[in-house]
C-alpha cells in the first residue's frame, strides 16, 4: 500500500481539490484493507475486492482511487444511503468488513485545532491527526454477493417486453408473467415529456 500522502496526491488528482472528505475517504479504505490484508489493491489483489459505497459525495472518490475499484468495472457498488461509510469484500476469503465515519469526528477536530476558523482546513488537519479508532466505527459483516454482482459475471442479456431494451446482469423482473426492465416495473426515475 501507498502511503497516506501519496494516495492523498492521487486522490486530489482523481478529484479535482483536495479536501476533509478526500483525507476521510483515504483513511477509511486504508483501513478497510489493512484489516482485510490487501496490500496491493490496483496490482496483484486487484481482483480480490468489491467495494459498497453508501455517499456520493467527496469521500467515496477517495475510496475509489485507494481500492482501485470502480464503477465501471463493477467493483464499486453504490447504496445510496447518505453515510460516510463503505464496506470492502474480500472475494478470495469471503471476509468483509465495513468502515463508518464517527459522528463524533467534525467536533472532535473543532476541539483539536479551534486556531483553524475554516472548517474545512481544520477538518482536513485533524483527519490526519485523529486516531482510526476515534476516526471510525470498523464491523465484521456479511454481505451477500451473488454471482451477477461479481465484476466478472457473463450472464445472458434478456430484453423487456415492453420496450424492448436489452437489461444486463438479471436486472429484470417478472411482472403477470412479463419480463420487464426496472423502470416499465414501475421503478422509473424518469418521465418521458
Ligand atoms: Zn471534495
Ligand atoms: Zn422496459
Not at 472548517?119 to 454481505?143: C, G, H, P
Amino acid at each position: 500500500m501507498k502511503s497516506l500522502d501519496e494516495y492523498l496526491r492521487d486522490a486530489e488528482l482523481a478529484h479535482g481539490h483536495l479536501c476533509a472528505g478526500q483525507v476521510l475517504g483515504v483513511r477509511l479504505a486504508m483501513l478497510g484493507l489493512q484489516k482485510l490484508g490487501i496490500e496491493d489493491p490496483r496490482g496483484k489483489d486487484r481482483k480480490r475486492l468489491v467495494t459498497f459505497v453508501e455517499i456520493d459525495r467527496c469521500a467515496t472518490d477517495a475510496v475509489a482511487v485507494v481500492t482501485g475499484c470502480r464503477l465501471g468495472k463493477r467493483a464499486l457498488k453504490f447504496r445510496d444511503w447518505g453515510k460516510v461509510a463503505a464496506t470492502f469484500v474480500d472475494v478470495s476469503s469471503g471476509k468483509s468488513i465495513r468502515i463508518a465515519a464517527k459522528e463524533s469526528s467534525k467536533a472532535l477536530a473543532r476541539q483539536m485545532h479551534p486556531e483553524i476558523a475554516d472548517k474545512n482546513q481544520q477538518q482536513m488537519l485533524a483527519y490526519r491527526e485523529i486516531s482510526d479508532d476515534d476516526l471510525f466505527t470498523a464491523q465484521w459483516v456479511k454481505v451477500d454477493l451473488p454471482p451477477e454482482e461479481f465484476p466478472g459475471y457473463k450472464g445472458q442479456r434478456v430484453a423487456c417486453e415492453a420496450c424492448g431494451e436489452g437489461i444486463n446482469f438479471r436486472r429484470e423482473t417478472q411482472r403477470d408473467g412479463k419480463t420487464l426492465c426496472r423502470a416499465c416495473a414501475g421503478e422509473s426515475y424518469y418521465q418521458p415529456t
